[in-house]
């Protein structure tokens, strides 16, 4: 699957965040080893602390599905700043792809590749060997 693709699937469910605090929507498109997208959106709360990101409820869905590898993770969002993936959700998809891709493109439309190891150099890992199981 193209990036450009990818990036697509991600606006496509943007209209879906539930952002009426931040008023910050964000969507994430998550490329999993079985070719499928699952994707998923931000999703505040009253509770401010309870907020789920985009992108580790677009985890949430894939690993629900049964899917452990992923190569690519798009994230957008409709406005600055640019939707880099926040701490907790790089050591979230650094449980199952640290060598994830993750492509961020920014409401004007500029897309910027990382590489997950690169954004989370030092993940935290307890028996990352068996993490895959
Ligand atoms: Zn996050």
Redesign the pocket.
């Known amino acids: 699957m193209k990036d450009s693709q990818l990036l697509h699937e991600a606006r496509r469910v943007l209209v879906h965040a539930y952002a009426p605090y931040s008023g910050y929507r964000v969507a994430a498109a998550l490329l999993a080893g079985d070719g499928k997208v699952y994707t998923g959106v931000n999703v505040e709360n009253a509770s401010y602390g309870l907020t789920l ?1 985009a ?2 409820a677009a985890l949430v869905a894939a690993v629900s599905a049964g899917q452990r590898r992923f190569s690519t993770l798009g994230v957008v969002s409709e406005k600055k700043p640019d939707p880099v ?5 790089r050591q979230a998809l650094a449980e199952f792809a640290p060598d994830c891709r993750v492509l961020v493109s920014a409401a004007g439309g500029e897309e910027t590749l990382y590489r997950l190891a690169d954004l989370l150099p030092r993940p935290f890992s307890y028996h990352a060997e068996t993490n895959h199981e």
């Open positions: 990101c992108e580790r993936p926040c701490g907790a959700c």
